[in-house]
């Protein structure tokens, strides 16, 4: 490579990073944040959002499923890395030592769910047993709201989540369409590096996940849903 062409190359990539470095903030962040959620749906108060009112940050994300809340919250229910998986990039999961196998099918002894429960992000052996959240609250066929496990007392006793919530919350459209939100609310008075990270490394690999797992739980769902009508007709 000539001496010319090193620096037309070096100009090149320069430019790219300076066009990309506007673009994320402006443009492709806000977008992966509400991925899927109409204006209305950003604006709503959500189960749970109560939680953080002095949030950091949110991400609201949705998705249409052409089946019933009853028959999506059925693949809510044995979500957890000890139960039914994420629905999401096992192979990326597995990378990072989690273990994760994806249902196909719903699990009848997955189904039961209570407050307090622990939700497994990773074997219960990998990082000191920390990478897990708990069920705070739980409203059959509606709601499902998570906060990490260190915060479940303090959540209990004030009614807040300094540590942020992670919620699943269906919006049934009829008797055969739901919504699927996913609400994703930032800890409480973060540093200035913490915010770094969330904003440049935490919310693009969050998304990456996240939006499989909603797909992955659509698929799911809808297929399901067409089963269950083709047995009835």
Not at 137 to 152: G, S
Request: proline share 5%.
């Amino acid at each position: 490579m000539t001496k010319d062409l090193k620096l037309k190359t070096a100009g090149v990539l320069a430019g790219a990073a300076a066009v990309g470095s506007l673009l994320y903030p402006l443009v492709i962040r806000p977008w992966l944040l509400r991925w899927g959620a109409t204006d209305d749906e950003l604006n709503w108060e959500w189960p749970g959002d109560e939680l953080t009112p002095h949030r950091d940050g949110e991400a609201t994300r949705a998705i249409t499923i052409h089946a019933s809340a009853h028959e999506v919250w059925a693949w809510l229910m044995q979500i957890g890395q000890d139960r039914g998986g994420f629905y999401s990039y096992t192979w990326l999961e597995n990378l990072l030592g989690c273990k994760m196998h994806n249902a196909d099918k719903i699990i009848p002894e997955f189904q039961h769910r209570k407050v307090g429960e622990t939700v497994w992000l990773t074997p219960k052996e990998r990082y000191g047993g920390r990478a897990r959240m708990v069920i705070h609250e739980l409203i059959p066929n509606r709601a499902m709201i998570l906060v990490p496990a260190e915060d479940a007392k303090t959540v209990e006793k004030t009614g807040r989540a300094p540590g942020g919530t992670w919620g699943f919350v269906l919006e049934p459209l009829d008797e055969h369409t739901t919504r699927l939100i996913v609400c994703s609310r930032s800890s409480q008075n973060q540093t200035c590096l913490g915010k770094l990270f969330e904003r440049t490394v935490f919310d693009p690999a969050h998304f990456i996940m996240e939006r499989r797992m909603m797909l992955g739980i659509k698929e799911r769902a809808e297929k399901a849903a067409a089963h269950s009508d083709l047995q009835a007709a």
